[in-house]
T-cell receptor
């Protein structure tokens, strides 16, 4: 039982490049989330999903897109990366209110 | 929109002393309040939570109290140890939203 995993662990992008972050969970959870964490700002919700095929916007959705084609996977896409998207990205899934976080992806946009 | 304020942003205590972190939430309908501990370079991990039908919950050296009237909740750590050093986040979840609004975090340092 791996829990919540994220791929990749670290990535460097140039401004304007695109990439996809993958989150996978093997706990059969309905709800999944993408957060970004910046110094002094806590965890801010980017997008979330309440089930396969559904997505919704969080607090800071601009510049990101998501997809939940399979229940166990939640993808976060950056179509045209900007330096302001340099951050640590955490995925989470939840069951009965308890959130389980992935190990994070550190993204640097130059 | 919903907002959670967390204080203090940093807290230093001597080993063995108690630490208290406070959070205030804006949405009075919020009914679930988790606390997370995040060690350096690691993922946040749930340490304790409380629901709105309960005023206090304890788990060994950790306790959380909730005051619904004042819309604030607090984390209490007693007999602090160096391994308690970490960043602590509070969160609030309004019912039916499936979302969690996080505070900005408290960096706790336990001095040996």
């Amino acid at each position: 039982n791996a829990g919540v995993t994220q791929t990749p662990k670290f990535r460097v992008l140039k401004t304007g490049q695109s990439m996809t972050l993958l989150c996978a969970q093997d706990m059969n959870h309905e709800y999944m989330y993408w957060y970004r964490q910046d110094p002094g700002m806590g965890l801010r919700l980017i997008h979330y999903s309440v089930g396969e095929g559904t997505t919704a916007k969080g607090e800071v959705p601009d510049g990101y897109n998501v997809s939940r084609l399979k229940k166990q996977n939640f993808l976060l896409g950056l179509e045209s990366a900007a330096p302001s998207q340099t951050s640590v990205y955490f995925c989470a899934s939840s069951y009965q209110g308890t959130q389980y976080f992935g190990p994070g992806t550190r993204l640097l946009v130059l | 929109g919903e907002n959670v304020e967390q204080h203090p942003s940093t807290l230093s205590v001597q080993e063995g002393d108690s630490a208290v972190i406070k959070c205030t939430y804006s949405d009075s309908a919020s009914n679930y309040f988790p606390w997370y501990k995040q060690e350096l370079g690691k993922r946040p991990q749930l340490i304790i939570d409380i629901r709105s039908n309960v005023g206090e919950k304890k788990d060994q050296r950790i306790a959380v109290t909730l005051n619904k009237t004042a819309k604030h909740f607090s984390l209490h750590i007693t007999e602090t140890q160096p391994e308690d050093s970490a960043v602590y986040f509070c969160a609030a979840s309004p019912p039916g939203t499936y979302k969690y609004i996080f505070g900005t975090g408290t960096r706790l340092k336990v001095l040996a």
